[in-house]
C-alpha cells in the first residue's frame, strides 16, 4: 500500500466533513475498487469454467462435481481455524523484523491449517464412501476432498497474508486469480480431448488447480514466502494461535453448516438435476458475495479504528454506510438484471439449467437485502463483539436446519433459499441493533463518567 493509499483510508476512517482534495479522492477510489477489480478477475475465471463444466457434463451428470466444489469452497474458513484473520492482522506487525520472521509465522499458520484440514478431508472421505458408493467397492477419487481442503485452505492464508504485507492485490491474485485461473485453463484443455470426461475427473482438475495455487505462492513478488513453507509452531505459539483463533473457527463452522447442512439434505431427498441447478444458481450468487466481501474488507481498517474513538457510533456508521453504498453502486445493476433475467442467466450453463431461474432469483433478492444492511460480520468483529457473532451463528444455524426440514421436501431448492434467507437476513438485523445498541451505551456511561 502506496503512502497515497495510506492517507486516503485515513481521510476515510476520520469522516472529515471538508472537501477532498482530488488526489485522496483518486487513491480512495483505486485503493477500494482495484482488489475487488482483481477479484472480479478470479470470478470470471470461476463464472467460465462453471459454464464449460455445466455444458460439458450436463445437469444430472454434473450433480457431483457441484455439490463437492460448493462444499469445499463453502469448509475452506473452517479448516483455515480463522488463521487467515490472524495473519491479516500480525503479519504487520512482524514485518519490520524482517521478511524471514514473516515467513516463519505463516508457515506457522499453514502447517496448523494442514493439520485440520486433514481431519476434516477424512471425514469428507467416509461421508463420500457413505453418499456415493461405487460398484468396485473404494475409489480413488474419494480421497480428493481431503487434498482439495488443504489447498483451498492454504491460499486462503496466502491471500490474507499478502494483504497484511499491504499487497490486496496480490492477496486476490494468489488466493482466488491463479486457482480460478488454472482451473479455468485446465477444463478448457480437457474439452479439446476427444472422450467426455467424467465428474469426478473435472474435480481432480478443481483439485489440483488449488494445489497449484496454493504452492506458487512461493513465487510471489519479493519472495516472502519462499521459504519455509510449512513449520510447526512451537507449544507456547500453538496455543496462543490455537486460542486466538477458535472464535473466528466458531463463526466459519456456523456458518458453513448453515449451508452444508440444507444442501446435504437437497442431495439426499432431490433429484440429482435439480441439485445441480441449485448448486449453480448459489455460484452465480456467490460471485456477487464475493466481490461484495472484497469491497467491505477495504473498510474493515476503517472500522476497526472509528471503534475505538470516545464516541464511536456517528464515525463508525459514516463509515459503514459508506460500505453500504459504494458497494451498492458496484453490484445493484448486475443483481437486478439478474432478478428480471434469471432465466437468461441459467441457460447460459445450458438449456436444462433453465429450471434454476427461481431460485436464482430468490437468491439474487436475499443478496440485495443483504448488501443493503452492509457487513455486519465486520462491524460485529472490529467493534470487539466476536462473541456476540458467534453465538448468533448459532442461533442461525438452529433457524437454517429447522426451516430446511420443513420446507425443501416441500418446496425443494427454493425452500432451502428461503430457509437460508430468512436467517441470514435475521442474523443481519439482530446483529446492527446489538453493535448499535452497545455504542450508545458505551456512549451513554462516557457522558454519565464526565458529568461526575
Known sequence: MGASETT?????????????????LLAKIVHTLMPSAVRMIGA??????????????????????????????????IATYGLEQIALRNVPRLEPEGRSVVAAFVANLRAMSVALSLLIGIGWVFFAMATEPGPGGFQLWYLLPLFAQGAIALTLINGEALKGLSQPVLGSLFAHVLPAGFFCLLVALSTLVERSFESTEILALYTASFVIGAVFVRFAPGRAFSAPFILWPKKSDFRILLREGFPVFCVSLFGALGFIVPLTICEVTRPAAEVSHLTTAFRVSILFVVISGSIHSVFAPALSRTAEMRHPLRPVMKVYGKSIAITLLTLGI??????????????????????????????????????????????LLMTGHTAFLARLGILKLVIVVGLSFLLIPRFGGAGMVIAMGTAFLGEGLIGVAYAVAKMKGQERRDKEAAAE
Do not use: H, N
Not at 471538508?18 to 488526489?23: A, E, L, N
Not at 428480471?340 to 436444462?352: C, D, K, S
Open 8 to 24: 486516503a483510508e485515513t481521510e476515510m476512517g476520520r469522516g472529515a466533513t471538508g472537501p477532498i482534495p482530488p488526489r485522496f
Open 334 to 379: 448486475p443483481i437486478a438484471i439478474g432478478m428480471i433475467f434469471p432465466e437468461t442467466v441459467m441457460t447460459v450453463f445450458g438449456e436444462e439449467f433453465r429450471d434454476g431461474a427461481g431460485a436464482l432469483r430468490l437468491l439474487l433478492v436475499v443478496q440485495l437485502l443483504s448488501l443493503m444492511m452492509g457487513p455486519v460480520p465486520y462491524l
Open 44 to 77: 470470471g475465471f470461476q463464472f467460465l469454467s462453471t459454464v464449460m463444466v455445466a455444458r460439458s457434463l450436463g445437469d444430472g451428470p454434473g450433480a457431483l462435481f457441484f455439490f463437492w466444489s460448493s462444499v469445499l469452497m463453502t469448509t475452506g474458513p
